[in-house]
């Protein structure tokens, strides 16, 4: 049982930065990865970054390497994505992602979705 509460998201020229966060309700026992994903008009939505809570692994896309990064706070149990250099082909719906293992078996919650729109 996981609920996740998104925020940020906007319009931005191209070249501009934005941050979005995620804040999730998890049991503290669980084994879990956050991260995000989005999804273009027209596309299928695809992974963007990830980070494994208690590992503290990072994965990018490489469209977004060198551009985005993943911070967290544990405190807060709240995932970051810091958007810099943004270009227009980043626009799209960004979900949260978190993803439980339990034995063998994965369980994805999703946020409700962030707009980000870059003008060019």
């Known amino acids: 049982q996981v609920q996740l509460v998104e925020s940020g998201g906007g319009l931005v020229q191209a070249g501009g930065s934005l941050r979005l966060s995620c804040a999730a309700s998890?049991?503290?026992?669980?084994?879990?990865?956050m991260g995000w994903f989005r999804q273009a008009p027209g596309k299928e939505r695809e992974f963007v970054a990830s980070?494994?809570?208690?590992?503290?692994?990072?994965h990018y896309t490489d469209s977004v390497k060198g551009r985005f990064t993943i911070p967290r706070d544990n405190a807060k149990n709240t995932v970051y994505l810091q958007m810099n250099s943004l270009r227009p082909e980043d626009t799209g719906v960004y979900y949260c992602?978190?993803?439980?293992?339990?034995?063998?078996?994965?369980?994805?919650?999703w946020g409700q979705g962030s707009q980000v729109t870059v003008s060019s």
């Open positions: 980070i494994n809570w208690s590992e503290g692994d990072i």
């Open positions: 992602n978190v993803r439980i293992r339990v034995n063998v078996v994965n369980y994805d919650y």
């Open positions: 998890v049991r503290t026992f669980s084994s879990y990865t």
